[in-house]
């Protein structure tokens, strides 16, 4: 058989359980079988493929007509110009997320900034970022330690073994010290529990970078809290979201952090916030805290009048700067 007769054969199975472009597929299952590049096998479409190939083929179709992503059977996947090893065990990166990391290389280029990436996975948006912002320095933080040997085998191919760090973390416990970073960014599980969403993701995909609950809102919250005590002041978090909840993750950004905004990926949807961190925004919780007690306990004392003119002005000044922020 040569290569154009089975990749006609290839993309009209395809095509006829329904995936997503065929024959763009079977050119990519083509070429990882043959161990070469697709613009080889577009140049050269007489070449025979040998029965042994062919054996090889029959079975990477079958895993893609039976809905395995095709990234899981090559076992890459390309992410900001990057090639990256990606297992069952990591979340296949998408475009989407790109917005997130251009973002970040805008406002940190040239700054040298150490960071850290919860929830890493297969290592994207850490090595993006270590790869295009010089002098930048990472922790890469997951729960899964076959994620974590993914990211650490991804770092190393990219020659990033002296900047990058793999570590065992959640989203609730990290093992890193307060106020030592300069940026945190996330991808976080987003998607509500019981939502809909595409049967070869929920089939193939670990659901533990998928959903969570909260309306997909609690993963979002950890991250959001964790980074204002790990963020120094002037540090900046972003967090990739869902299309419908940028609403509620500024709200909640708000009360910890300042200059909060949205970003919108390439199909215009809201997609990923960022916000920066002043100690002052945690003095002043703080204070609302303590506040908030007395009135409980109904304890109109000196103590509570002079913690009330203390916020009052503070919350006035933090309302003028943020104002110059935005």
């Known amino acids: 058989m040569r290569i154009r007769d089975w990749l006609r054969y290839a993309a009209a199975r395809l095509a006829q359980r329904g995936r997503d472009s065929p024959h763009l597929t079977a050119e990519c299952i083509l070429a990882h079988a043959l161990r070469a590049r697709r613009i080889d096998i577009i140049l050269h479409p007489d070449e025979r493929v040998s029965s042994e190939t062919q054996k090889e083929l029959a079975r990477f179709l079958a895993l893609r007509l039976e809905g395995l992503p095709l990234a899981y059977i090559t076992g890459e996947k390309e992410f900001y110009g990057i090639p990256l090893q990606v297992t069952v065990d990591t979340l296949i990166p998408r475009p989407d997320t790109e917005c997130l990391v251009e973002q970040v290389i805008a406002d940190h280029k040239g700054k040298n900034p150490l960071f850290a990436d919860l929830g890493t996975g297969s290592g994207a948006i850490g090595i993006a970022l270590a790869a295009n912002i010089e002098g930048a320095t990472g922790l890469l933080i997951d729960k899964s330690e076959r994620a974590l040997a993914c990211a650490k085998r991804n770092i190393l191919r990219s020659n990033l073994t002296e900047r990058l760090i793999c570590l065992a973390g959640t989203f609730a416990e990290l093992p890193i010290k307060e106020r030592s970073l300069d940026i945190v960014v996330a991808n976080p599980p987003y998607i509500a529990i ?133």
């Open 194 to 326: 019981g939502e809909y969403v595409m049967d070869e993701v929920v089939r193939f995909e670990p659901h533990t970078a998928l959903f969570a609950e909260n309306e997909g809102l609690a993963a979002i919250y950890q991250v959001i809290d964790q980074a204002a005590r790990l963020l120094k002041s002037g540090g900046a978090l972003y967090i990739e979201h869902g299309a419908t909840q940028g609403e509620k993750v500024r709200a909640y950004m708000a009360q910890k952090f300042f200059s909060v905004k949205t970003k919108k990926d390439l199909a215009g949807r809201e997609r990923m916030s960022y916000c920066l961190f002043r100690w002052v925004h945690e003095w002043i919780a703080c204070l609302s805290a303590k506040i908030m007690t007395a009135k409980k306990k109904r304890k109109k004392s000196l103590q509570f009048n002079v913690l009330s003119s203390i916020y009052a002005s503070v919350r006035w000044r933090s309302s003028i700067g943020r104002a110059a922020d935005l």
